[in-house]
Structure formats: structure tokens, C-alpha cells
């Protein structure tokens, strides 16, 4: 069975494990944990105001990242479609979702990803009503010189397994799990489009709320690329079952032709 999508989960495990990977309301709880697993969600800490100056909270109980002044990039799975909306907030420029000092904006187009089905290609752009010119745009990664090492991920969701959405940013630190060892974990894995991180004992992952939000590493220059999309995983930070990512360099084209063309 395919996990669930890590907006109805937590973001427990890299669920940042403690990350705010979930939404800071709103959010639908995650299931419990099956069997005798317990997720043991640790190693997220509250990220320093400005550290990630373009991640996004979204209304719906997802996180993003700008992608340009007026486009953020999330997780199809957090939209219903393609087409106009503007029922989507936006909250940027801060860490605690209740700081006055966060810059808002509102959705009025939609693009899910052509030919998502629930199955890999989870990525989807929001077109907002206003450019956020003081907020700093995140480059995504365009070849696969970054899709190893570790990685860096961060997010408002749950901080465990069922957990309650946060109000501060938190930021975990998860490595690169390759396509083998992931596909062990979930045999339905799209390694072409998917890509996997997290620790063989679990404790740090994202979970419900954490969706849509960036996983990124730092270039030669020392400055922050985006490599995954907050995707899907089991449960929250469990042995032996990584978060999955939506690999954001396989769909580096697909996504800047598809920015270029929103009205």
C-alpha cells in the first residue's frame, strides 16, 4: 500500500522530527502507528529567523517555497487540481506563524502537476496575487550533482506521529537513502522520480503538515538548492521507512516551463 501523503501524516520523523513539517492548524491527523512501532521523533530544532527566508506555510496545512517573487512550489497532493483559485494563503518571511511581522499573499491560479495520479510526479506551482519582492526565491536543483549526501528539511507540521501541528519552523538534519535500500522499504517507490532520506533507526523525518515543503542542501557557494518535495512516507519517522521526496531535479524543466506559462 502506498503511504500515506505526508500532509495527512506528521512531520515526526523527518516529520523533521519535530520539524513543523504539518500545518500549524487545520491539518488532518495522522493514523496511529500499527503494531509495536513507536516512533521515537527527535532531532529537530527551531530554526533562527531569516535561516530559510523562502519557505512558505500555506493555508491548506502544507509548506512551500518561492520559486519566484509570485510562484511558490508545493506538493500536487496539497491542491485540488489545475485551474483558478484563490482560496489559498500564503505566509512567508517568518518563523512563528503568529509573528505580525509575516508577510501574506493569496492564490489565484493553480497548476497540479500533468498526469498526476497520486503516483510520483508531486509537484504542483501557486500563482499568487501579489510578487513578494522581499521574499528571496529558493533555485531548484536542475542535474543530480546534489541527490546525495544529506539534506537539510524544515516545515511547521507535526512533531510526532499524530502529532499537533507547530507554530515555530523547526529544522532536521536527514542523509540520502538510495533507490535500493528505499525500494526494500517501499517496493512502489518511482525511482526516477522519487528520491528518499532519512536515519535506518528513524527519530528524524517529516510528517503531517511538513507536505509540500522543501528538502535542500548547500552548493559550492554555500548557497541553498532545492533537491525534494516533502512527498509521502509510513508513518512518521519509523525504522526502517524513509521520508520520500519528490526528486526536483527530474522535474526541473517541467516545472520552469510550466511557471513560464501561468496566467
Known sequence: MRRTARKL??????????????????????????GDITPNVVGGTPA????????????????GAMYAPDVVLTAAHCVDGTGEDTSIGVTAGVVDL????????????????P????NGKDWA?????????????????STDEFD??????????????????????????VPFVDDTACTTAYPNLIAAEEICAGLDEGGVDTCQGDSGGP???????????QIGIVSWGEGCARPGKPGVYTQV???????????????
Request: charged share 15%; hydrophobic share 45%.
Open 215 to 225: 528538502m535542500v542542501q548547500k552548493d559550492a557557494n554555500g548557497e541553498w538548492v
Open 249 to 263: 531535479s527530474n522535474f526541473a524543466d517541467d516545472i520552469a516551463a510550466a511557471a513560464a506559462e501561468l496566467p
Open 9 to 34: 501524516m506528521g512531520l515526526a520523523g523527518v516529520a523533521l522530527t519535530g520539524l513543523l513539517i504539518a500545518g500549524f492548524a487545520g491539518a488532518p491527523a495522522q493514523a496511529e502507528p500499527a
Open 148 to 173: 546525495s549526501g544529506d539534506f537539510t528539511i524544515m516545515g511547521w507540521g507535526a512533531d510526532s506521529e499524530g502529532g499537533a501541528q507547530q507554530q515555530y519552523l523547526l529544522e532536521a538534519q
Open 98 to 113: 503568529e509573528d505580525p511581522a509575516a508577510v501574506t499573499a493569496q492564490s489565484t491560479y493553480v497548476l497540479q502537476a
Open 115 to 118: 498526469g498526476y495520479d497520486g
Open 125 to 141: 506551482l501557486i500563482k499568487l496575487d501579489t510578487a513578494l519582492d522581499g521574499i528571496p526565491t529558493l533555485p531548484t536543483a
Open 48 to 63: 533562527d529567523q531569516g535561516e530559510y527566508p523562502w519557505i512558505v506555510r500555506l493555508s491548506m496545512g502544507c509548506g
